[in-house]
């Protein structure tokens, strides 16, 4: 992906370049507000990460006159402040994700292709297919190889999901936000609790299991081997 | 004092004066023209009727009668304030006491007037004529010719009219000044007493600025604007002082709970530096470091939503918030966690109407901290309570309140413990060896003090009326958690009236 950070901290930008370099993905760099939004309006980026106090002009502006011209770049908020109300006037501004300062490489990887995905997709499915796996969106329904699988309400949701970002690391804290719309770090460890139910009814019997735990990221859904 | 010339108090005061004397010369003026045009018109009616009245008297007793009448009313006013002169036709005098006719027209109003003097007698004169040890009076006067060619003249002396005149307008003149001297005084006195009070309240404003926070501005008791304006300050002041403190406690916990985690990771990176280096141990010291770090991150984000909470957060995330669909989301998502953990989650929801349009469980607020409250509330629960207990949470409306409980079957916190709980980084002494940070309780009572509710702790006395099939061995007293929030007036359901 072609990828635009604007970010006026020199050090915590090349961090982030190499990082995303690493993962394979094309990086343009703006040092202040000016200048991201004059590259943001002259390239084309799949996705921008916008760091939100810079420098000439605020994060949240250039935000607003990218879509005040219909530019739908997806679009990272990234931010020292970490409170609701911020979180709210971020993704009021016209932002996609908005990740507090600091953040682990990791989890900012996964949000971002996450958003460039469902950039990429607008048209509406009424089926999901990862490998064998199934789900009927309309009847809500899910078979692995033909064979029915049996889920709850929350563990099709949380299914839906992992096969809408099939072959990509999902973080926790996506699935907290995303499935339940929480916007906390649990003390517990509620996700992992709920992933390994999910895990139990979708790879159980299975000679190749699906769904795989990263170690020190998240989850991945991936085709059977 | 020239200070004083220039404060607002004193201009408006001295407007007030202003407005007030010109009133207060209106109305001197006018009694001075009424008085003034009264006296004159009595003393023209006095003339008419000892003219008409002698008329009469030698109309009655002819002109022997009307000399006698002349010569007795002359003697008695000795005051000499009327005046009288009876002559013939050529002016001679007969009887009176005038010394003779004074050689002056009538004028337009009909009266004659002429110059008097008093030397002894009575002469009719200008001043410097006679003897002038006299001031020179001015008389008006009236004459009547009688039937048979005699003249007869009733004067009177305007002196005293004169003297009332410059008496008069004297008093009005001494009111005058007395009324701005007082206005004056009035005013000096009213602002500076207005000032005093100002410069109290600008005093201590001062030495607020100069970092004397805890002055406030003294009320004076009259319950007046000023004794409003104290209250409004002081109160601005009270909630700054408290903003203050809660930033204070965050630095204070920063240095003192975050400086040793910090202590130890960094030493732990220098240890492992020192010892031979092995790619292993490296990767394992860094993987350490990273959740050491996320560690102290989340801490440090738990602080600073607990002082947004306790400073109060900016509206404009707060709206309607179902209670009821709150706590069924958290359910679900906890559920499985205790079923994992062995216990047995209960939901008792009071909500007999479950639409978001008339669930009498909802309240004013921010759904997310609402949640993350909650949240703490029954993780604590679950992460207290041992395999085999229950979690039960209920939600029912109690008047306007919404009402909330957590109850464990857990150890329960000790009596005196229950509002240290409360205190950042405060953990019960049992239960240390627990994951955890301190902090989740804090923010339970941040976030409902925000919404204007309160969270209490007692024990649990879980009713044990229905055999439910669970042991009755309980592994202590365990521990209720009651939220109580102030509920959001239901939307009014269409009444049958109007």
């Known amino acids: 992906m072609k990828i635009l950070v604007i970010e006026d901290d020199r050090e915590a930008a090349a961090y982030l370049m190499k990082g995303l370099r690493e993962s394979g993905h094309t990086v343009d760099h703006a040092a202040d507000g000016t200048q991201g939004l004059f590259l943001a309006t002259s390239e084309r980026f799949d996705a921008m990460i916008i760091d939100r106090m810079l420098p000439g002009l605020d994060g949240l502006a250039i935000v607003s006159t990218l879509r005040s011209n219909d530019d739908r770049t997806p679009v990272l908020i990234l931010s020292a402040l970490d409170a609701v109300d911020d979180r709210v006037r971020g993704l009021r501004a016209g932002g996609d994700d908005y990740l507090p300062k600091p953040y682990a490489f990791s989890e900012l990887l996964a949000r971002l292709e996450a958003l460039a995905r469902r950039g990429g997709g607008g048209k509406t499915e009424t089926t999901l297919r990862v490998g064998g796996l199934e789900m009927d969106l309309l009847a809500r329904g899910v078979r692995r190889d033909g064979v029915e699988i049996d889920l709850l309400p929350r563990e099709f949701r949380l299914l839906e999901y992992l096969m809408r970002n099939a072959g990509h690391v999902v973080t926790r804290t996506m699935l907290l936000e995303q499935v339940w719309d929480y916007h906390f770090d649990p003390q517990t460890n509620v996700i992992d609790v709920h992933v390994s139910r999910l895990r139990q009814k979708i790879d159980k019997g299975f000679a190749q299991p699906m769904l795989h735990t990263i170690r020190g990221a998240g989850y991945c859904l991936k085709p059977a081997a | ?498």
């Open chain 2, 1 to 498: 004092m020239f200070a004083l010339f220039r404060t607002s108090t004193f201009r408006l005061a001295m407007v007030y004066l202003m407005l007030f004397a010109v009133s207060v010369f209106a109305v001197l003026g006018f009694v001075y023209l009424q008085t003034v045009v009264f006296v004159s018109r009595q003393i023209d009616e006095t003339i008419d009727a000892e003219i008409t009245g002698l008329a009469e008297q030698y109309h009655e007793r002819g002109l022997g009668g009307l000399v006698s009448v002349i010569q007795q009313r002359a003697a008695r006013t000795r005051g000499t304030t009327t005046l009288y002169l009876l002559t013939d036709r050529t002016h001679s005098p007969i009887a009176g006491n005038l010394t003779r006719w004074p050689d002056v027209t009538v004028d337009q109003d009909g009266w004659l007037r002429f110059p008097l003097q008093r030397a002894g007698s009575l002469v009719v004169g200008a001043a410097g004529q006679g003897t002038g040890d006299e001031a020179e009076h001015i008389v008006q006067a009236a004459s009547f010719v009688l039937p048979g060619g005699y003249q007869l003249l009733v004067g009177r002396d305007t002196q005293e009219r004169s003297d009332f005149d410059a008496r008069m307008r004297q008093a009005l003149g001494w009111s005058a000044l007395l009324t701005v001297m007082l206005g004056l005084l009035g005013g000096v006195l009213l602002s500076r007493r207005l000032l005093a009070r100002l410069e109290a309240i600008n005093r201590t404003s001062s030495s607020i600025i100069a970092g004397d926070f805890s002055r406030r501005i003294p009320r004076h008791g009259s319950n007046d604007e000023f004794d409003h304006l104290a209250e409004n300050l002081n109160g601005m002041l009270d909630r700054i002082e408290r903003l203050m403190a809660a930033m204070r406690q965050v630095t204070d916990n920063i240095a003192h709970d975050l400086r040793s985690p910090l202590g130890r990771l960094r030493s732990r990176i220098e240890v492992t530096l020192l010892e031979e280096p092995s790619m292993e141990r490296y990767r394992e010291t860094l993987e350490r470091t990273i959740a050491d770090a996320d560690g102290l991150l989340a801490t440090f984000s738990a602080l600073l939503d607990i002082a947004e909470a306790e400073a109060g957060s900016r509206q404009e995330t707060r709206g309607p918030v179902d209670l009821g669909e709150i706590i069924v989301n958290l359910v679900d998502l906890y559920e499985p966690v205790a079923e994992e953990a062995g216990l047995r989650l209960t939901l008792t929801l009071d909500r007999p109407a479950s639409t978001m349009a008339t669930s009498p469980l909802i309240v004013s607020g921010n759904r997310h901290l609402l949640s993350q409250a909650i949240a703490n509330l029954v993780e604590n629960a679950l992460k207290y309570t041992p395999s085999g207990g229950t979690v039960a949470i209920t939600a029912g409306r109690s008047g306007d309140q919404v009402r909330l409980t957590v109850t464990d079957s857990g150890p329960g916190i000790p009596a005196t413990e229950r509002e240290r709980v409360f205190d950042r980084f405060y953990r019960v002494e049992s239960s240390r060896t627990t994951p955890g940070n301190g902090l989740g309780l804090s923010l339970v009572k941040a976030v409902i003090s925000l919404h204007g509710g309160e969270v209490v702790l007692d024990d649990a006395q879980l009713r044990r009326a229905v055999d439910d099939g669970i042991p009755d061995e309980q592994p202590g007293p365990g521990l209720r958690a009651t939220v109580t929030l102030p509920a959001l007036a239901s939307p009014a359901r269409p009444s049958m009236g109007s």
